[in-house]
Protein backbone atom coordinates (compact mmCIF):
# COMPACT_ATOMS: atom_id res chain seq x y z
CA UNK A 1 0.00 0.00 0.00
CA UNK A 2 1.03 3.11 -0.93
CA UNK A 3 0.24 6.54 0.96
CA UNK A 4 0.78 10.05 0.16
CA UNK A 5 -0.97 13.41 1.65
CA UNK A 6 -0.52 16.24 -0.58
CA UNK A 7 1.89 19.22 0.68
CA UNK A 8 -0.57 21.91 0.37
CA UNK A 9 -3.73 22.19 2.61
CA UNK A 10 -6.92 24.21 2.29
CA UNK A 11 -8.11 26.11 4.76
CA UNK A 12 -11.74 27.89 4.41
CA UNK A 13 -13.74 30.65 6.26
CA UNK A 14 -14.62 28.68 9.38
CA UNK A 15 -10.85 28.00 9.69
CA UNK A 16 -11.97 23.64 8.52
CA UNK A 17 -8.81 22.32 6.97
CA UNK A 18 -9.19 19.94 3.72
CA UNK A 19 -6.31 17.39 3.82
CA UNK A 20 -5.94 15.06 0.40
CA UNK A 21 -3.75 13.09 -0.80
CA UNK A 22 -3.97 9.50 -2.82
CA UNK A 23 -3.69 5.54 -2.12
CA UNK A 24 -2.70 2.83 -3.90
CA UNK A 25 -2.80 -1.09 -3.14
CA UNK A 26 -1.19 -4.05 -4.35
CA UNK A 27 -4.80 -5.86 -4.46
CA UNK A 28 -7.90 -4.48 -4.93
CA UNK A 29 -11.30 -4.84 -3.07
CA UNK A 30 -10.25 -3.86 0.82
CA UNK A 31 -11.63 -1.23 2.84
CA UNK A 32 -9.53 1.16 5.45
CA UNK A 33 -9.81 3.89 7.12
CA UNK A 34 -7.45 7.10 6.89
CA UNK A 35 -7.08 9.19 10.26
CA UNK A 36 -5.80 12.50 10.86
CA UNK A 37 -4.63 14.66 13.76
CA UNK A 38 -3.83 18.37 12.63
CA UNK A 39 -2.06 20.57 15.12
CA UNK A 40 -0.16 24.01 14.20
CA UNK A 41 1.47 26.59 16.75
CA UNK A 42 0.32 29.92 15.51
CA UNK A 43 2.44 33.07 17.16
CA UNK A 44 5.15 33.59 19.17
CA UNK A 45 4.56 35.67 21.73
CA UNK A 46 1.82 34.34 23.67
CA UNK A 47 1.51 30.78 20.80
CA UNK A 48 -2.15 29.19 20.44
CA UNK A 49 -2.64 25.91 19.60
CA UNK A 50 -5.24 25.23 16.54
CA UNK A 51 -6.40 21.60 16.38
CA UNK A 52 -8.33 19.70 14.86
CA UNK A 53 -9.60 15.94 13.69
CA UNK A 54 -10.75 13.96 10.68
CA UNK A 55 -11.21 11.06 8.93
CA UNK A 56 -12.20 8.93 5.68
CA UNK A 57 -12.89 5.56 3.98
CA UNK A 58 -10.54 4.57 1.11
CA UNK A 59 -11.25 1.40 -1.31
CA UNK A 60 -8.57 0.05 -2.32
CA UNK A 61 -7.36 -0.55 -5.81
CA UNK A 62 -4.30 -0.92 -8.00
CA UNK A 63 -4.63 2.44 -9.21
CA UNK A 64 -4.23 5.50 -7.12
CA UNK A 65 -7.43 7.04 -6.11
CA UNK A 66 -7.55 10.38 -4.32
CA UNK A 67 -8.79 10.43 -1.00
CA UNK A 68 -9.66 13.79 1.01
CA UNK A 69 -10.96 14.68 4.87
CA UNK A 70 -11.86 18.12 6.48
CA UNK A 71 -10.57 18.34 10.35
CA UNK A 72 -12.99 18.69 13.20
CA UNK A 73 -12.76 20.31 16.06
CA UNK A 74 -11.93 17.45 18.62
CA UNK A 75 -14.95 16.82 21.28
CA UNK A 76 -14.94 19.13 23.92
CA UNK A 77 -12.46 21.34 22.92
CA UNK A 78 -12.57 24.67 21.05
CA UNK A 79 -10.97 24.97 18.15
CA UNK A 80 -8.15 27.46 19.10
CA UNK A 81 -6.71 26.49 22.91
CA UNK A 82 -3.27 28.20 24.48
CA UNK A 83 -0.84 25.32 25.11
CA UNK A 84 -0.40 24.21 28.88
Known amino acids: MTITVDANT???????????GTVRCSCDGDVFGVLMDLQQ?????TPILIQ???GAAVNC????QPWSTRSRRP?????QETPP
Do not use: C, E, L
Not at 13 to 19: L, P, T
Not at 41 to 45: A, E, F, I, L
Not at 75 to 79: E, L
Open 75 to 79: PGRST
Open 61 to 64: TTTA
Open 41 to 45: RKGTK
Open 52 to 54: GQG
Open 10 to 20: SVNANSSAVVT
